[in-house]
Protein backbone atom coordinates (compact mmCIF):
# COMPACT_ATOMS: atom_id res chain seq x y z
CA UNK A 1 0.00 0.00 0.00
CA UNK A 2 1.41 3.50 -1.16
CA UNK A 3 -0.04 7.13 -0.09
CA UNK A 4 0.47 8.35 -3.56
CA UNK A 5 -0.53 12.25 -2.14
CA UNK A 6 -0.14 14.15 1.08
CA UNK A 7 -2.66 15.80 0.31
CA UNK A 8 -5.00 13.26 0.10
CA UNK A 9 -7.67 11.86 3.19
CA UNK A 10 -6.81 8.40 2.82
CA UNK A 11 -4.07 5.51 1.26
CA UNK A 12 -4.73 3.75 -1.87
CA UNK A 13 -3.45 0.00 -3.11
CA UNK A 14 -1.51 0.25 -5.97
CA UNK A 15 -3.07 -2.83 -7.44
CA UNK A 16 -6.59 -2.92 -5.84
CA UNK A 17 -7.81 -6.48 -4.86
CA UNK A 18 -11.31 -7.56 -4.18
CA UNK A 19 -9.82 -10.31 -1.91
CA UNK A 20 -8.05 -7.37 0.15
CA UNK A 21 -11.29 -5.11 -0.30
CA UNK A 22 -13.08 -7.88 1.56
CA UNK A 23 -10.63 -8.50 4.44
CA UNK A 24 -10.64 -5.04 5.12
CA UNK A 25 -13.84 -4.10 5.42
CA UNK A 26 -13.96 -6.99 7.24
CA UNK A 27 -11.53 -5.85 9.89
CA UNK A 28 -12.98 -2.18 9.83
CA UNK A 29 -14.66 -2.09 13.26
CA UNK A 30 -11.88 -3.42 14.73
CA UNK A 31 -8.68 -1.56 13.09
CA UNK A 32 -10.36 1.75 12.09
CA UNK A 33 -9.17 1.36 8.40
CA UNK A 34 -11.96 0.93 6.41
CA UNK A 35 -12.17 0.76 2.28
CA UNK A 36 -13.96 2.35 -0.25
CA UNK A 37 -13.08 2.04 -4.05
CA UNK A 38 -13.06 5.50 -5.66
CA UNK A 39 -12.56 7.00 -9.11
CA UNK A 40 -10.42 9.71 -11.00
CA UNK A 41 -13.24 12.22 -10.10
CA UNK A 42 -13.46 11.58 -6.54
CA UNK A 43 -9.85 13.77 -6.01
CA UNK A 44 -11.36 17.12 -6.36
CA UNK A 45 -14.42 16.45 -3.99
CA UNK A 46 -12.09 15.32 -0.70
CA UNK A 47 -10.26 17.12 1.84
CA UNK A 48 -7.85 15.83 4.63
CA UNK A 49 -9.01 16.47 7.96
CA UNK A 50 -6.39 16.46 11.05
CA UNK A 51 -7.21 13.98 13.50
CA UNK A 52 -8.84 16.67 16.00
CA UNK A 53 -11.33 17.27 12.90
CA UNK A 54 -11.95 13.75 12.11
CA UNK A 55 -13.15 13.03 15.55
CA UNK A 56 -15.57 15.77 15.71
CA UNK A 57 -16.78 14.91 12.69
CA UNK A 58 -17.50 11.27 13.96
CA UNK A 59 -19.25 12.49 17.23
CA UNK A 60 -21.47 14.98 14.85
CA UNK A 61 -22.27 11.77 13.18
CA UNK A 62 -23.14 9.90 15.98
CA UNK A 63 -25.36 12.64 17.90
CA UNK A 64 -27.31 13.02 14.61
CA UNK A 65 -30.56 11.20 14.22
CA UNK A 66 -31.60 10.29 11.00
CA UNK A 67 -35.04 9.73 10.99
CA UNK A 68 -35.28 13.92 11.79
CA UNK A 69 -32.92 14.39 9.02
CA UNK A 70 -34.76 12.96 6.75
CA UNK A 71 -38.32 14.11 7.64
CA UNK A 72 -36.95 17.69 7.33
CA UNK A 73 -35.78 17.06 4.08
CA UNK A 74 -39.08 15.40 2.69
CA UNK A 75 -40.22 17.13 -0.21
CA UNK A 76 -44.31 16.07 0.91
CA UNK A 77 -46.95 16.67 1.79
CA UNK A 78 -48.20 17.89 -1.53
CA UNK A 79 -50.93 20.38 -1.14
CA UNK A 80 -54.49 19.30 -1.54
CA UNK A 81 -54.52 21.30 -4.96
CA UNK A 82 -51.55 19.68 -6.16
CA UNK A 83 -51.19 19.00 -9.90
CA UNK A 84 -48.94 16.37 -9.40
CA UNK A 85 -49.81 12.91 -11.09
CA UNK A 86 -49.33 10.86 -8.15
CA UNK A 87 -48.65 13.86 -5.10
CA UNK A 88 -46.44 13.20 -2.41
CA UNK A 89 -48.27 11.82 0.99
CA UNK A 90 -46.88 12.81 4.86
CA UNK A 91 -43.65 11.59 5.80
CA UNK A 92 -44.04 8.18 6.14
CA UNK A 93 -41.52 7.62 8.85
CA UNK A 94 -38.01 5.59 8.78
CA UNK A 95 -38.53 1.70 7.88
CA UNK A 96 -38.10 -0.27 10.98
CA UNK A 97 -36.22 -3.41 10.84
CA UNK A 98 -37.24 -6.15 13.47
CA UNK A 99 -33.69 -7.90 13.84
CA UNK A 100 -30.79 -4.76 13.37
CA UNK A 101 -28.20 -7.16 14.40
CA UNK A 102 -28.76 -9.52 11.10
CA UNK A 103 -27.46 -6.61 8.97
CA UNK A 104 -24.96 -5.02 10.86
CA UNK A 105 -21.72 -4.67 9.68
CA UNK A 106 -20.19 -6.98 12.31
CA UNK A 107 -22.23 -9.78 10.80
CA UNK A 108 -21.50 -11.71 7.84
CA UNK A 109 -24.42 -10.78 5.56
CA UNK A 110 -23.54 -7.11 4.41
CA UNK A 111 -19.75 -7.85 4.13
CA UNK A 112 -20.26 -11.04 1.48
CA UNK A 113 -22.95 -8.94 -0.18
CA UNK A 114 -20.29 -6.11 -0.31
CA UNK A 115 -17.44 -8.04 -1.46
CA UNK A 116 -19.24 -9.65 -4.44
CA UNK A 117 -20.38 -6.28 -5.49
CA UNK A 118 -16.75 -5.05 -5.57
CA UNK A 119 -15.35 -7.50 -7.70
CA UNK A 120 -17.53 -5.62 -10.22
CA UNK A 121 -16.04 -2.36 -9.71
CA UNK A 122 -12.76 -3.16 -8.89
CA UNK A 123 -11.53 -3.36 -12.36
CA UNK A 124 -12.52 1.33 -13.49
CA UNK A 125 -11.85 1.80 -9.82
CA UNK A 126 -8.78 2.37 -7.12
CA UNK A 127 -8.57 0.85 -3.10
CA UNK A 128 -8.74 3.73 -0.55
CA UNK A 129 -8.29 3.07 2.90
CA UNK A 130 -10.14 5.54 5.07
CA UNK A 131 -9.50 6.15 8.87
CA UNK A 132 -13.18 5.31 9.38
CA UNK A 133 -14.44 2.36 11.26
CA UNK A 134 -17.01 1.86 9.29
CA UNK A 135 -17.96 2.41 5.31
CA UNK A 136 -20.78 5.08 7.04
CA UNK A 137 -18.47 7.36 7.80
CA UNK A 138 -16.20 7.32 4.74
CA UNK A 139 -17.92 10.39 3.60
CA UNK A 140 -17.55 12.32 6.91
CA UNK A 141 -14.26 11.52 7.40
CA UNK A 142 -12.58 12.71 4.05
CA UNK A 143 -15.16 15.92 3.92
CA UNK A 144 -16.72 14.24 0.61
CA UNK A 145 -18.35 17.13 -0.91
CA UNK A 146 -20.05 15.47 -3.97
CA UNK A 147 -23.70 17.08 -2.77
CA UNK A 148 -22.68 20.48 -2.19
CA UNK A 149 -25.18 21.80 -4.79
CA UNK A 150 -27.86 20.88 -2.07
CA UNK A 151 -27.94 21.78 1.51
CA UNK A 152 -26.58 18.85 2.87
CA UNK A 153 -24.02 18.53 5.27
CA UNK A 154 -21.21 15.39 4.79
CA UNK A 155 -22.17 14.73 8.69
CA UNK A 156 -25.61 14.14 7.80
CA UNK A 157 -25.03 11.73 4.47
CA UNK A 158 -22.99 9.49 7.26
CA UNK A 159 -25.49 9.73 9.91
CA UNK A 160 -28.22 8.60 6.85
CA UNK A 161 -25.87 5.91 5.72
CA UNK A 162 -25.57 4.35 9.08
CA UNK A 163 -29.22 3.94 9.18
CA UNK A 164 -29.06 2.33 6.02
CA UNK A 165 -26.06 0.22 7.06
CA UNK A 166 -27.89 -0.62 10.45
CA UNK A 167 -31.19 -1.89 9.12
CA UNK A 168 -30.49 -2.95 5.76
CA UNK A 169 -26.17 -4.25 5.57
CA UNK A 170 -25.93 -1.39 2.68
CA UNK A 171 -22.48 -0.77 3.22
CA UNK A 172 -20.74 2.44 0.73
CA UNK A 173 -18.56 0.74 -1.57
CA UNK A 174 -18.09 3.26 -4.23
CA UNK A 175 -17.29 7.01 -3.31
CA UNK A 176 -17.41 9.13 -6.78
CA UNK A 177 -17.22 13.16 -7.47
CA UNK A 178 -20.92 13.36 -6.89
CA UNK A 179 -22.16 9.53 -6.41
CA UNK A 180 -22.08 6.95 -3.83
CA UNK A 181 -22.75 3.35 -4.68
CA UNK A 182 -24.07 0.82 -2.21
CA UNK A 183 -24.36 -2.38 -1.66
CA UNK A 184 -27.67 -3.60 -0.11
CA UNK A 185 -27.34 -6.85 1.99
CA UNK A 186 -31.17 -6.99 2.73
CA UNK A 187 -33.05 -5.07 0.46
CA UNK A 188 -37.13 -4.16 1.26
CA UNK A 189 -38.90 -6.39 -0.78
CA UNK A 190 -43.05 -5.99 -0.16
CA UNK A 191 -44.61 -2.84 -2.04
CA UNK A 192 -45.27 -1.05 1.33
CA UNK A 193 -41.94 -1.80 2.41
CA UNK A 194 -40.15 -0.51 -1.06
CA UNK A 195 -42.45 2.90 -0.70
CA UNK A 196 -41.29 3.48 2.54
CA UNK A 197 -37.80 3.25 1.27
CA UNK A 198 -38.67 5.18 -1.14
CA UNK A 199 -39.39 8.20 1.02
CA UNK A 200 -36.27 8.02 2.98
CA UNK A 201 -34.18 7.96 -0.44
CA UNK A 202 -36.60 10.88 -2.35
CA UNK A 203 -35.24 12.83 1.08
CA UNK A 204 -31.71 12.02 1.07
CA UNK A 205 -31.18 13.10 -2.39
CA UNK A 206 -33.53 15.18 -4.13
CA UNK A 207 -31.96 14.16 -7.15
CA UNK A 208 -33.21 10.56 -6.81
CA UNK A 209 -36.86 11.74 -8.11
CA UNK A 210 -35.68 13.70 -11.50
CA UNK A 211 -32.26 11.94 -12.04
CA UNK A 212 -32.61 14.60 -15.21
CA UNK A 213 -32.49 11.35 -17.85
CA UNK A 214 -36.41 12.18 -19.05
CA UNK A 215 -37.36 9.80 -16.45
CA UNK A 216 -39.22 11.34 -13.58
CA UNK A 217 -40.26 9.05 -10.74
CA UNK A 218 -43.13 8.81 -8.04
CA UNK A 219 -42.80 7.04 -5.15
CA UNK A 220 -44.46 4.10 -6.43
CA UNK A 221 -42.69 3.57 -9.48
CA UNK A 222 -39.29 4.63 -7.98
CA UNK A 223 -40.39 1.72 -5.16
CA UNK A 224 -40.93 -0.58 -7.87
CA UNK A 225 -36.94 -0.02 -8.86
CA UNK A 226 -35.36 -0.50 -5.84
CA UNK A 227 -37.84 -3.63 -4.63
CA UNK A 228 -35.29 -6.01 -3.75
CA UNK A 229 -32.17 -4.13 -5.59
CA UNK A 230 -29.10 -5.22 -4.33
CA UNK A 231 -27.58 -1.88 -5.38
CA UNK A 232 -28.40 1.65 -4.77
CA UNK A 233 -27.02 4.21 -6.49
CA UNK A 234 -27.07 8.48 -5.31
CA UNK A 235 -26.29 11.45 -7.76
CA UNK A 236 -26.37 14.93 -6.93
CA UNK A 237 -26.55 17.07 -10.10
Do not use: K
Request: proline letters at 9%.
Amino acid sequence: MTTIDAHLPFDLHDLPNPDVYEELLRAAPTTGRCPVWITNWTVGRVAPLTSAERTARLLDVARADAARLLERAWPGPCPPACSCSAPLPAWPGLLPVPDRNATALEGDLAVVAAARWARERAWHSALAVVDAARPADVPAVVDWSGACNHDQHVTEISAVLRSWEERFGAVLVELDADTLLLSVAAPPMTRPECETVAAEHFAFCPDQQDPQDGRIFTLRSYADLIRGARQWRFWWD
